[in-house]
């Protein structure tokens, strides 16, 4: 476990930052920015709960941990024989989201059209959480360019971005109150 005594170090005043193998590295590095993107959209799901409850509230508490794990993955670059051991994101956790996707999709009638981010006050934030999840993904596959990435975390990231999209429409009684694109819509000229 973590144990945090003092929050300020002044360990990053000059740009730079720790891993979780303790390797110093500048705040840029594309693997400090994937790990802030996923702890950003960490921060807008905890906006989203403000305005849910039940096991909406619940499924998002649990994403909101395994958010945790997916930071902790990424913040641990991959080594041979480590010593102790880094958590990583597993199957088990992209087949739960699966699973939640089916179910909530299940209750939607198909979309005819994209629909604009919008509708009810936790869908709206539903929609901001998933396009900065799209950047984590987006990332991470940067990342795994030069360095080796767990593929379960991209999946994660992938599949979360599906759950809040479907989500989003969920709670806006269940796709009614979507607000769909019309695509052309205001090029008529005056």
Known sequence: MVKLTKI???????????LGDGARV????PRVEAYGDVD????IIGLVRLHVTGQIGEMLARIQND????????????????KY????????????????????????????????????VASSYLHL?????RRAERRMITLSDSEIVNPQAVAYANRLSDFLFVLGRFLN??????????????RETV
């Not at 002044?10 to 740009?15: A, F, M, P, T, W």
């Not at 958010?67 to 480590?82: S, V």
């Open 26 to 29: 500048s705040k840029t590095n």
């Open 67 to 82: 958010l945790f794990d997916l930071g902790a993955d990424l913040c641990t670059p991959e080594q041979e024989n480590p």
């Open 85 to 120: 051991p880094p958590l990583r994101i597993v199957k088990a956790q992209v087949d739960r989201l699966e699973d939640e996707i089916d179910e909530m999709n299940s209750e939607l009638a198909p979309l005819n059209s994209f629909i604009l981010p919008g509708g009810s």
């Open 129 to 133: 959480a998933r396009t900065v999840c």
């Open 8 to 18: 300020y170090t002044r360990g990053g005043d000059k740009g730079k930052t720790s």
């Open 173 to 186: 009684d269940k796709g009614t109150e979507d607000v769909l694109w019309v695509p052309g819509a205001n």
């Open 40 to 43: 950003e959209t960490n921060a």
